[in-house]
């Protein structure tokens, strides 16, 4: 009896677990997949960036940004993401943090200070919030083809 009585809450717990997994975030409706590029100008991105879509229901999708312009979007670390319409938002990546911070790394010998470039982002600015880019776009069910055109 008391094995039954294990099996019985086994199966319990594995129908619950597998009845709650795929990180939905309590979204049962139909899934979609982004794969897409973004262009500045007409030309593909070339800098390293971060595309974020987020939904008016507060799903956020995100997905890194290639040397060719190309992303793919992550759902709560899934390809798949809710459907629906999504503001999106382009944002540079992040600044290379210096790795010796020792001030005597920023002297020359001679005591002059060292020039160090920094890397500007060709992205306009407006693009990096999805609440002020004026981008949004429809993720349908299925395989998504997504273009996200920024202008300078």
């Known amino acids: ?10 199966a319990s717990v594995s129908l619950f677990t597998i009845g709650c997994g795929g990180g939905g975030g ?14 500045l100008d007409g030309k593909p991105l070339t800098e390293e960036a971060t ?11 995100t997905g890194r940004v290639d040397g060719e312009g190309k992303f793919r979007l992550k759902y709560n670390g899934s390809n798949d993401l809710p459907v629906g319409t ?10 290379v943090e210096v790795e010796n911070a020792d001030p005597a790394s920023f002297f020359n010998d001679d ?11 060709g992205i306009p600015e407006k693009y990096h919030q999805p609440g002020s880019s004026g981008i949004s776009i429809s993720v349908k069910e299925g395989a998504n083809d997504l273009k996200i055109d920024l202008d300078k």
């Not at 309590?26 to 262009?39: A, F, I, M, S, T």
């Not at 938002?89 to 600044?95: G, I, R, S, Y």
């Not at 005591?111 to 982002?121: L, Q, W």
Request: aromatic residues 10%.
């Open 51 to 61: 595309v974020t879509f987020l939904s008016a229901e507060g799903y956020s999708a």
């Open 1 to 10: 009896m008391r094995a039954l009585h294990c099996l019985t809450l086994f």
């Open 111 to 121: 005591g002059s200070t060292k020039i160090i470039e920094r890397k500007v982002s």
């Open 86 to 95: 999504y503001n999106v938002a382009v944002m540079p990546a992040a600044p």
């Open 26 to 39: 309590g979204y049962n409706g139909p899934w979609g997949q982004g794969d897409g590029v973004v262009r």
